[in-house]
């Protein structure tokens, strides 16, 4: 039988041991190393994913607000487009260097009654060059002795003025104050502008059924306000200057006339004639 050494089992055993252990040291280790290789990649991977996460975050917060400055850039476009008037619309003002006024041949003299429609009959009294905001303008000067007021007016604008009424006109406007008054059932302040109208326009005829329409003759029954009393007011006193100045006659003869063909204070009349004395009738009848 051989001898079995002690020495040399032990040896083998511990060397048996020592293989094994080296070898799962090593299964060990190369587990670790993968497990952490895989590890690595995982937080590479989730690192990635926050990038692409973060970018994409970014990206919508730019198209957000490039979306809300663009909004913000069109409401102001379009506020401002609502302002703004259309070039179409738009009226550019031409400008025009005048230095002198259209030249106009006079029609009037110095010395002649004219009619100026706002404010009656008036004198020319001159005739005047100005300059007026560097520009020459050639004006007639008018006087208006019952307002105790003048007033200008430019040559290149005498058609706003009318020659004084021709007696055939004359004998017209008494034979429209002796026809019947047209009076309309409208409202008073509708017909007061009516009223009004024809008393600026400065038309003679016109003037004349003013007075007849207004006028209450006598009668003293009839109440009338103070804003058609002071119409017919004017339009009376208008059309009796101008009477006055184309007939030749003195105030109190005209108006006669005028309260004659009005058929107005007959009964002062009458008293008059019946308060005269016989020696004044008779002077008079020799004088015709």
Same mark, same amino acid.
């Given at each position: 039988?051989k001898?079995?050494?002690?020495i040399?089992?032990?040896?083998?055993?511990?060397?048996?041991?020592?293989?094994?252990d080296k070898?799962k040291?090593?299964?060990?280790?190369?587990?670790l190393?993968?497990?952490k290789?895989?590890?690595?990649?995982?937080t590479?991977?989730?690192?990635?994913t926050?990038?692409i996460?973060?970018?994409?975050?970014?990206q919508k917060t730019?198209?957000?607000?490039?979306?809300?400055?663009?909004?913000k850039?069109d409401?102001?476009e379009?506020?401002?487009?609502?302002?703004?008037?259309?070039?179409s619309?738009?009226?550019?003002?031409?400008i025009?260097?005048?230095?002198?006024?259209?030249?106009?041949k006079?029609?009037?003299k110095?010395?002649?009654y004219?009619?100026?429609?706002?404010?009656g009959?008036?004198?020319?009294?001159e005739?005047k060059?100005?300059?007026?905001?560097?520009?020459?303008?050639? &004006?007639?000067?008018?006087?208006?002795?019952?307002?105790?007021a =003048?007033?200008m007016?430019p040559?290149?604008?005498? =058609?706003h003025?009318r020659?004084?009424?021709?007696?055939?006109?004359?004998?017209?406007?008494i034979?429209?104050?002796?026809?019947k008054?047209?009076i309309?059932?409208?409202m008073w302040?509708?017909r007061?502008?009516?009223y009004?109208?024809k008393?600026?326009?400065?038309k003679?005829y016109?003037?004349a059924?003013?007075?007849?329409?207004?006028?209450?003759?006598?009668d003293?029954m009839v109440?009338?306000s103070?804003?058609e009393?002071?119409?017919?007011?004017?339009?009376?006193?208008?059309?009796?200057?101008?009477?006055?100045?184309?007939?030749?006659?003195?105030?109190e003869?005209?108006?006669k006339?005028l309260?004659?063909?009005?058929?107005?204070?007959?009964e002062?009349? &009458?008293?008059?004639?019946e308060n005269?004395?016989?020696?004044?009738?008779?002077?008079?009848e020799?004088?015709?």
């Open positions: 039988m001898k079995i050494s002690l040399n089992t032990l040896k083998k055993t511990f060397k048996a041991k020592k293989v094994t070898k040291n090593l299964k060990v280790s190369k587990k190393k993968k497990n290789a895989i590890k690595i990649k995982k590479k991977a989730a690192v990635k926050k990038k996460k973060i970018q994409k975050n970014d730019v198209i957000k607000k490039k979306s809300s400055k663009n909004e850039k409401n102001s379009a506020n401002s487009n609502l302002l703004r008037i259309p070039k619309s738009e009226q550019k003002p031409e025009k260097k005048v230095k002198k006024q259209d030249t106009e006079k029609e009037y110095v010395k002649d004219v009619v100026y429609p706002k404010h009959v008036g004198q020319i009294t005739f060059k100005m300059n007026i905001g560097g520009i020459e303008i050639e &004006t007639y000067i008018l006087k208006f002795e019952k307002d105790k =003048s007033g007016v040559v290149n604008k005498q =058609s003025l020659p004084l009424a021709t007696i055939n006109q004359v004998n017209k406007c034979s429209i104050l002796k026809s008054p047209k309309k059932r409208s302040s509708r007061a502008q009516e009004e109208a008393i600026s326009s400065g003679i016109e003037l059924e003013v007075v007849r329409d207004l006028n209450k003759g006598d003293l109440d009338q103070y804003s009393r002071q119409l017919f007011e004017k339009a009376y006193e208008r059309i009796l200057t101008e009477f006055q100045i184309v007939l030749n006659f003195s105030m003869d005209t108006q006339k309260d004659k063909a009005l058929k107005r204070n007959l002062k009349q &009458t008293q008059k004639i005269k004395p016989v020696e004044e009738e008779i002077s008079e020799v004088a015709k």
